[in-house]
């Protein structure tokens, strides 16, 4: 017997686990994950987007609208909470993220100033707003590859 030829690529892999992770969201709307990997390709730190930890997520708001009870107001974005969600923010140095989503321009700040040196993301579904345009500026001046997904939904097969 010869080992299978269609497992999964590392691409795959990382996008699976970002996958998986935008799962535990409990936004009502959006639901993103990101996976953090280094050049050895080690995972380094995930993270969903979600209320900061210690915050009731049944006392805040899940609304979309504006003012005082928008989510938009405290929710944690996956990037940001896994770069805080590294154990060793040196570790991030020269690493890829995965994410489900491209990043707002406030990731996008995190992502830079952690030292994480590409973004491979699954859906662009903001690409037209101001704050996915900045995120491109911000990305394209400090040298951060920027890089769609092309890769299968992986499914498990048992015999």
């Known amino acids: 017997m010869s080992k299978r030829t269609d497992y999964i690529s590392w691409d795959e892999y990382f996008m699976g686990i970002a996958v998986n992770s935008a799962m535990r969201s409990k936004d009502p709307s959006t639901q ?43 929710v944690a974005h996956a990037e940001l909470n896994a770069i805080l969600n ?15 989503l491209f990043p707002c321009n406030e990731c996008a700040k995190a992502i830079i100033q952690s030292g994480i040196k590409e973004v491979v993301y699954a859906e662009d579904k903001y690409k037209d707003t101001l704050a996915a345009q900045a995120s491109r500026r911000l990305f394209s001046l400090a040298g951060v590859k920027m890089t769609p997904y092309v890769g299968r939904v992986p499914v498990i097969h048992y015999e």
């Open 32 to 74: 993103v994950g990101a996976c953090i990997v280094n050049p050895l390709k080690k995972v380094v730190s995930i993270g969903y987007n979600g209320m900061p930890s210690g915050v009731d997520d049944d006392k805040v708001s899940w609304d979309i609208k504006d003012g005082i009870d928008s989510k938009y107001l405290y």
């Open 86 to 100: 590294a154990k060793d923010g040196s570790a991030l140095q020269n690493t890829k993220i995965y994410v489900t």
